[in-house]
C-alpha cells in the first residue's frame, strides 16, 4: 500500500509569485484535504475535494485553489504569495467508504516566501 | 462551529512514568476525535481515534486515549513512557454532521527524560 506523497520537498518563492504543490493520495482513498501548518501552531483546513470538486473550504482567500484529477491525486495553487503564506503545507487523504474515518498525512512541503 | 483546546503547550515526563496529553474540545453533534503525532520536519501520524462505543481507545504503540463526553475531553494516555514518545501530538475534532474536515488544537510538545 502506497502512502501520500507530496512534491516537491522545499521550495522558495518571492512575494507575489505564484506556486503549485502536488500531493498523490494513499491507495485507494478518494478525498484529498489540504492543511496549512504554520510555525509553532496546528495545522489549519484550507480545502477538500472529492470527486474533482471543492467540498469544503476553510477561512483562506480565493487566491488558495485547488484541482483534484480522475486518479484523485491533487494540486494546491497559491497565487499572489504574501510573506505570511510561509508554512508546512501538508495533505491528507481519505476514504468515503468503509467505517474508516482518519486521513492519512504525507510528509510536507516548506514553503517559505521571501 | 468546531475548537480543539490543548491547555499545555509542553509536558515533560521521566521514563518510564505513566504520561498524559491532555484535550477538551466544542461541537454542535457527536464528535470524531483523533490524536495525532509529528516528529521534526514530518507530517502527522495517526494515533488513534474515537468515533464511537468504548470510551477507552486504544491506539499505536502503546497509546490509549479516554473519552469523556460529560467533561468534553478526550486525553492521551500511555502506561509507560519511552524516550522515543517525545514528539509534539496534535488533537483532533471532526463534527459528525460537517465536511470531512479536521479542526487539530494548537500541540502539546512532550519531552520523555532518560
Known amino acids: 500500500e502506497t502512502g501520500v506523497t507530496q512534491s516537491p520537498t522545499h521550495l522558495i518563492k518571492t512575494r507575489g509569485q505564484q506556486v503549485t504543490l502536488r500531493c498523490s493520495s494513499q491507495s485507494g482513498h478518494n478525498t484529498v484535504s489540504w492543511y496549512q501548518q504554520a510555525l509553532g501552531q496546528g495545522p489549519q483546513f484550507i480545502f477538500q475535494?472529492?470527486?474533482?470538486?471543492?467540498?469544503g473550504r476553510g477561512n483562506f482567500p480565493p487566491r488558495f485553489s485547488g484541482l483534484q484529477f480522475p486518479n484523485y491525486s491533487s494540486e494546491l495553487n497559491v497565487n499572489a504569495l504574501e510573506l505570511d503564506d510561509s508554512a508546512l503545507y501538508l495533505c491528507a487523504s481519505s476514504s468515503t467508504s468503509g467505517a474508516t474515518y482518519e486521513q492519512y498525512f504525507g510528509p510536507g512541503t516548506r514553503l517559505t516566501v521571501t | 462551529a468546531q475548537s480543539v483546546a490543548q491547555p499545555e503547550d509542553q509536558v515533560n515526563v521521566a521514563e518510564g512514568n505513566p504520561l498524559t496529553v491532555k484535550c477538551t474540545y466544542s461541537v454542535s453533534g457527536n464528535p470524531y476525535l483523533f490524536w495525532y503525532v509529528q516528529y521534526p520536519n514530518r507530517g502527522l501520524q495517526f494515533l488513534l481515534k474515537y468515533i464511537t462505543g468504548d470510551n477507552l481507545v486504544k491506539g499505536s504503540y502503546g497509546f490509549e486515549a479516554e473519552f469523556n463526553k460529560s467533561q468534553t475531553s478526550f486525553h492521551l494516555k500511555k502506561p509507560s513512557a519511552l524516550v522515543s514518545d517525545s514528539a509534539l501530538y496534535f488533537c483532533?475534532?471532526?463534527?459528525?454532521?460537517?465536511?470531512?474536515?479536521?479542526?487539530f488544537g494548537s500541540g502539546t510538545q512532550l519531552t520523555v527524560l532518560p
Open positions: 475535494y472529492y470527486r474533482e470538486e471543492e467540498n
Open positions: 483532533a475534532v471532526r463534527d459528525v454532521g460537517s465536511a470531512r474536515q479536521l479542526t
